[in-house]
């Protein structure tokens, strides 16, 4: 029988292509909150994402000081690599980060106009590293269907 699993190098070259992330954070008496985030990632480093300080993803991971991230494809063949580990909160300046970010997902110029547009929202987030510890994948493209 075929393993539909990823091995770790694959996960982390998947986790690394452009993906919308959904991120969930357990949440006291309710069920986790999950939201859609832009991410950054390289292969042995931290999950990177920019948050508003006080939104509630924010105020979550601050109780809970964990995460999880799932990222996945939509097309066939069907893949997604979900991790889940602790968050830290760094305290730095993330307009760096904001611009790799907005060039990763919209392109150089449309990032820097998406920038632009919202400098006022963007200017007192946070930087939010997710260090995976645990990793969950499936590839259908591993799947024998003859």
């Known amino acids: ?6 091995p770790r190098s694959g996960c982390q070259a998947f986790l690394a292509e452009v993906h ?8 006291p008496g309710r069920g986790p909150t999950s939201s859609p985030v832009w991410y950054g990632y390289e292969p042995g480093g931290p999950v990177r994402i920019t948050a508003g300080p006080d939104s509630r993803k924010v105020r979550l991971i601050q109780q809970a000081g964990r995460a999880s991230l799932c990222v996945q ?7 997604y690599v979900s991790v889940e ?7 730095s300046d993330v307009r760096s980060e904001q611009r790799v970010l907005a060039h990763r997902y919209l392109g150089e110029k449309l990032g820097d106009r998406y920038l632009a547009s919202q400098a006022d929202g963007l200017s007192d987030e946070v930087l ?3 260090h ?9 493209s591993r799947l024998s269907l003859g």
């Open 132 to 140: 995976p510890e645990r990793w969950w994948s499936r590839d259908f």
């Open 85 to 91: 580990g602790p968050v830290e909160i760094v305290d």
């Open 1 to 6: 029988m075929t393993t539909l699993n990823m």
């Open 73 to 79: 494809t939509e097309q066939l063949p069907y893949c």
């Open 20 to 27: 919308v992330g959904i991120l969930s954070v357990g949440e």
């Open 128 to 130: 939010l590293h997710l």
